[in-house]
């Protein structure tokens, strides 16, 4: 059968007013002989996906279901996968006319128009540890006439990504826009954009 555990912790702390700094952390793991894999990338319902084709799936788990996590933004979809997974998301929201403003705006729009300062950091992997080398990130398999050479990837496992958004409410929508730069093996990638519906944790 297919089994699951896993934790999700939020924290929110009112630097002033209306200004708060939000943290979460998650934290799953799929056992059993029928396992779920966690594909680490991107944001919840966002209106264009990317998938990541270079990171490798670990093809001697009996993977049955497939997960997204989130947020990791700065990242496709599948920057890292495994039957376990942990991410940190830490965010600043100031929503900035209300913040100013001392009378209440009447429009839905500007009265829930956030800034939004952010930073992710996390991992999914098989294995102990994201270090382990049965986490197939961490190798590299070259066919060898009729066998194989395995070399180690020297590769981070852990993966950030730190950016900046704006949140409203647009014709009784949550709507979410970010851009955010991923950080992996200590390279800061090209930035990516998302357009997302839906609130933040």
């Known amino acids: ?29 799929s056992f059993g002989p029928e396992k779920l894999i966690y594909i680490m990338g ?10 990541e084709p270079n990171t490798p799936i670990a093809q001697d788990n009996n993977y049955v279901f497939q997960t997204l996590v989130t ?69 590299k398999e070259i066919p060898f006439g009729s066998g194989k050479i395995v070399l180690d990837s020297q590769k981070e496992p852990i993966v950030a990504g730190v950016g900046g958004g704006l949140r409203t409410r647009l014709f009784g929508y949550f709507v979410r826009f970010d851009v955010a730069w991923g950080i992996e093996d200590g390279l800061v990638k090209p930035r990516i954009f998302y357009f997302s519906l839906g609130t933040d944790f």
């Open 1 to 29: 059968g297919l089994h699951t555990a896993g934790i999700d912790a939020r924290h929110y702390t009112v630097i002033h007013r209306n200004l708060i700094w939000a943290n979460r952390f998650a934290s799953g793991v």
């Open 42 to 51: 991107g944001v919840d319902n966002s209106f264009s996906t990317q998938f």
């Open 71 to 139: 947020n990791m933004r700065g990242s496709f979809q599948n920057i890292r996968n495994g039957d376990k997974f942990a991410v940190i998301n830490s965010e600043l929201r100031w929503p900035f006319l209300s913040y100013f403003f001392r009378r209440p705006l009447r429009s839905d729009f500007f009265k829930n128009l956030q800034l939004i300062a952010f930073g992710d950091v996390g991992t999914a992997w098989n294995g102990l540890t994201p270090y382990s080398p049965e986490n197939v990130i961490n190798s």
